[in-house]
């Protein structure tokens, strides 16, 4: 089967905000442009799942009016990781104490007293469990669901250091495609 990976267009609001779980509204002429190319690259079949935010069901909704009858289940293990206190504050506002915090214990630390990156990862393998037994699988999710994706589909289960956690691009509108369980 084949996993692909799309993330939301990006954010009307560009200042530098830690956002995670903060329901965010996506540009609409971007998401339009990002749903004709899943439209394009996808195949006809696709089951398609995608994260309760906002921003992700407007990019559902650009791809299901391309494809009528297209169906779309939402799924909450794919929203973003959460930040707590730390969501909508600016990066530099929330301190370097407090990320050195997160970094020295980056497992199982909850930034913000929200979401570890433990938690992240094991939520994102339950949701590579549930996929079925159609050939190709749409997630519309996030850069961190989506790096999360990455490193389990390349067998690694958890990870100790914020040095081991993936930097690669992961950018608004794009697509991916993986192999899973092969």
């Known amino acids: 089967m084949r996993l692909w990976l799309a993330r939301h267009a990006a954010v009307v609001r560009q200042d530098a905000i ?20 899943l439209h394009r690259t996808l195949p ?12 992700c069901r407007q990019l559902a909704s650009a791809l299901a009016s391309l494809r009528p009858g297209l ?5 909450p293990d794919l929203l ?3 930040f707590g206190q730390w969501e909508g504050r600016p990066w530099d506002a929330i301190g370097e104490p407090a990320l050195s915090a997160w970094t020295r214990d980056f497992a ?7 979401e570890s990156v433990q938690q992240l990862l094991d939520r ?4 590579m469990q549930r996929e079925g ?3 190709d699988a749409l997630w519309i999710t996030h850069a961190g669901v989506i790096r999360a994706a990455r490193l389990l589909l390349s067998g690694v289960r958890a990870v100790e250091r914020a040095d081991q956690w993936p930097r ?3 950018a608004f509108g794009g697509v991916e495609c993986h192999a899973l369980g092969d």
């Not at 169906?71 to 799924?75: E, Y």
């Open 18 to 37: 830690c956002y995670g779980r903060l329901d965010l509204v996506a540009d609409d002429a971007l998401t339009q442009e990002a749903a004709l190319h």
């Open 44 to 55: 006809p079949d696709v089951a398609v799942r995608r994260s309760p935010a906002r921003r």
């Open 71 to 75: 169906s779309i289940a939402v799924d």
């Open 80 to 82: 973003e990781m959460d």
């Open 108 to 114: 199982s630390h909850r930034p913000g007293g929200g």
């Open 124 to 127: 994102v393998q339950r949701a």
């Open 133 to 135: 037994d159609c050939d």
């Open 168 to 170: 690669d691009e992961v």
